[in-house]
């Protein structure tokens, strides 16, 4: 195989960082684990200690980025897309007054490929992220909110393979209550320098394998995000919680520090404002396998796996404006000026007029070759 550890030579094991839910320190825990056979087929297992900062050809995922340019024209700009229904705008939105203004998004050719790293964050994460918000937000009828979950793979879970990891993952899911939801795999963690320092550890990213769910979970999550009892009376509990502190203990893990080598740990996050957003930033740091061009890096499962629901076209989130929430359509420059002068603006809203009562936008027709014209 390419790239195969050489199983004759050890592995180097300098510098190991474990997960952030164990005290060993690196020589306790290369020691404990040293003669795990995921160290030495990391073909097979979650990863090897020397590939844990993804520094080596052996390491089995990358985070998604870290690949070649596609082509020249990832990034390159294409067009305008707005809205100019300035009839509809006369509202304000967080204290603004859009009255007269329309909204413009600029828009990249994108390849729409995790790997690339002009188009992996703008590109392929905002079109999975939309994707995500679709599927969940239609599911949101039936199930209710949307809940993002977290759950952090306890070290002694460190030498299944896979397959066998995400197939562990659901099951505890559905054993909370989880009844459906997206799931995104992260294999490491980012160490800011706050924690760093604190920790008297690195910065930068760590080797610390993790998932995050965006789904519904079975009565919901509100009575324990307001909840105020102490642990023992959570235990008793049987809201989310509650089932998920008694399956922590069940598995063997242990409350406090360096209890984590061995349980699941299962967390809910705050509401969300949008699920697309959420989406998006878990998105564009996630971990593909290294080198398997069909790797799905969103995987869904129970009530939102895909033969559970077929969306139409007409379902599917549509680029809309803002103000008014009508579908975005292609416009044209037609003032004075550039507006990709100020390159760092993204979306921004603009006048319709100049200040000479003259046209600045209008919608771009099907005979148009270019979508703007510059002076």
């Known amino acids: 195989m390419k790239n195969q550890t050489d199983l004759t030579k050890p592995l180097d094991m300098t510098g190991l960082l474990h997960s952030p839910f164990t005290d060993m320190t690196d020589e306790e825990f290369t020691k404990k684990y040293s003669n795990r056979e995921f160290f030495k087929r990391p073909d097979y297992g979650l990863d090897n200690p020397s590939a844990g900062r993804f520094v080596s050809e052996n390491t089995l995922f990358e985070r998604v980025g870290n690949g070649e340019k596609t082509n020249a024209n990832c990034g390159m700009f294409k067009g305008f897309f707005g809205c100019l229904r300035i009839e509809l705008h006369h509202v304000k939105c967080d204290g603004v007054d859009y009255g007269g203004k329309i909204f413009v998004k600029k828009v990249y050719h994108s390849c729409d490929k995790p790997t690339c790293p ?14 995500v918000e679709s599927r969940l937000l239609e599911l ?4 209710g909110q949307v809940e993002h979950v977290i759950g952090s793979v306890p070290s002694n879970d460190y030498n299944l393979t896979f397959d066998k990891l995400n197939a562990k993952c659901i099951k505890i899911l559905k054993a909370l209550g989880v009844i459906g939801g997206a799931v995104i795999f992260h294999a490491e963690r980012y160490r800011n320098p706050r924690e760093a320092a604190i920790k008297n550890l690195p910065i930068g990213w760590f ?21 105020l009892k102490n642990t023992d009376d959570c235990l008793k509990c049987d809201g989310f919680k509650g089932r998920q502190r008694r399956s922590y203990l069940k598995q063997g893990g242990r409350f406090g520090a360096g209890g984590g080598s061995s349980g699941w740990i299962v967390d809910v996050k705050g509401e969300r404002k949008t699920v697309h957003g959420t989406a998006w930033y878990q998105l564009h740091h996630c971990s593909i396998i290294k080198g398997q061009k069909k790797f799905q890096p969103v995987r869904w499962f129970g009530v939102c796996a895909k033969n559970k629901l077929k969306l139409k076209k007409e379902d599917r989130t549509k680029d809309e404006c803002p103000i008014c929430g009508h579908e975005l359509v292609e416009l044209r420059y037609v003032g004075n000026g550039n507006p990709l002068e100020k390159w760092w603006m993204t979306e921004f809203f603009d ?19 270019y979508g703007c014209v510059f002076d």
């Open 118 to 131: 002009i188009c992996f964050k703008h590109g392929w994460a905002v079109r999975e992220a939309s994707n």
């Open 140 to 143: 949101a009828k039936k199930y």
């Open 207 to 227: 080797f610390s394998p993790h998932y995050h769910i965006l789904g519904f979970i079975d009565g919901g999550y509100g009575r324990c995000r307001s909840c």
């Open 351 to 369: 006048d319709l007029h100049d200040e000479h009562g003259n046209v600045k936008w209008i919608e771009k027709s099907e005979s148009d070759r």
